[in-house]
C-alpha cells in the first residue's frame, strides 16, 4: 500500500499483526476504510475479529504494522496525539455497557461531562439529540433495566456518538436481538451513514446484517490466521475464489435439487 493515504480513505490497516504473547492471532492483515462508509468485519469464531477491533481502538498494541487514522499511526504517535485521534472514535461494544445506576440521559451525558466544558443545559440538550437521533426521544428519564435489548443497544449507540465521532466501532451490534430489533439497528446504522456521513466499522457474523449494511467487508480466516477475501459481500458470496469465505457468505441459503 502507498504511504500516502487516499482523500477518500480515513482508516488504513498496513501489514498488521496480532498476539496474545505468544500466540499469534492475526498476520499481516491490509485493508481500507473509506469515509462515510460501512466496514464489516467478518469470519467464524476465533478468526481474530474482535481482536483487530481491540487493536484498533487502542486496546491491544500489534507486534508490528500500522493503524493509520487520517496519515497519522495510532500506535506510533506520542500520548497527546494518541488521544485526538481517539476523540474522533466512538466504540459500542457487545453488551452495550450502560451504567445500571444512571438514567439514559445520564449515561449519554457521561462523555460530554468528562471530555467537554459545555455547561449542564448544554450537555443535557445535546443528549436528548442523541436519544432522538436513535429513536429514543422521551425515554430519557427511564433506566437500563427498563429497556428492552434492542433499546439497550441504540442507547449504547447514542452514547458512542455523543463526542460527534468520525468512526463508529460496533462489536456483535446484533447479537442476542430478534430479527425487528436487528434490522431496526441495521436501518439505523445505514441512516447515520447518508445522515452524519460517519464511518462504521462493524463486528458481525448476522449474514443479514452483513448483507444490509456492508459498503465492503473483510473475511478473517481462523486457519490461515490472514485476511482470506475483501470486497462487497453479494460478490464475495457468488466470486470469491475461497470456498470458505463462499460458504461462509451461503450458509442458509436452500439447496435445490434436481
Not at 499469534?24 to 478468526?47: D, H, I, P, Y
Not at 442523541?130 to 442507547?155: E, H, I, T, W
Not at 451490534?173 to 447518508?194: F, H, Q, T
Not at 473475511?219 to 457468488?238: I, M
Request: hydrophobic share 40%.
Amino acid at each position: 500500500m502507498n504511504n500516502s493515504i487516499e482523500e477518500n480513505v480515513i482508516l488504513e490497516v498496513e501489514n498488521l499483526n496480532l498476539a496474545y504473547d505468544d500466540y499469534q492471532v492475526l498476520e499481516n492483515v491490509s485493508f481500507t476504510a473509506k469515509r462515510g462508509n460501512c466496514t464489516v468485519l467478518m469470519g467464524g469464531s476465533g478468526c481474530g475479529k474482535s481482536t483487530l477491533l481491540k487493536s484498533m481502538v487502542g486496546l491491544l498494541s500489534p507486534v508490528s504494522g500500522k493503524i493509520l487514522v487520517d496519515t497519522l499511526d495510532l500506535w506510533a504517535v506520542d500520548q497527546d496525539q494518541k488521544t485526538s485521534i481517539l476523540k474522533k472514535y466512538g466504540v459500542l461494544f457487545q453488551g452495550g455497557a450502560l451504567w445500571g445506576s444512571m438514567n439514559l440521559i445520564e449515561n449519554v451525558s457521561l462523555p460530554l461531562e468528562t471530555y467537554t466544558e459545555l455547561g449542564e443545559s448544554e450537555i443535557n440538550d445535546l443528549a436528548r439529540y442523541k436519544l432522538n437521533l436513535v429513536g429514543l426521544s422521551g425515554y430519557g428519564d427511564f433506566y437500563p433495566a427498563q429497556l428492552s435489548g434492542g433499546m439497550r443497544k441504540r442507547a449504547g449507540l447514542a452514547r458512542a456518538m455523543a463526542l460527534d465521532p468520525d468512526i463508529l466501532f460496533l462489536d456483535e451490534p446484533s447479537a442476542g436481538l430478534d430479527p425487528i430489533n436487528s434490522n431496526r439497528l441495521d436501518n439505523l446504522i445505514n441512516e447515520l451513514k447518508v445522515s452524519l456521513g460517519i464511518t462504521f466499522i462493524v463486528v458481525t457474523h448476522e449474514l443479514p446484517s452483513i448483507f444490509d449494511i456492508a459498503d465492503d467487508s473483510i473475511f478473517l480466516d481462523g486457519q490461515t490466521k490472514t485476511l482470506l477475501d475483501h470486497g462487497l459481500p453479494s460478490h464475495l458470496k457468488e466470486n470469491s475464489e475461497h470456498e470458505r469465505v463462499r460458504s461462509f457468505l451461503r450458509r442458509g441459503t436452500p439447496i435445490i435439487k434436481n
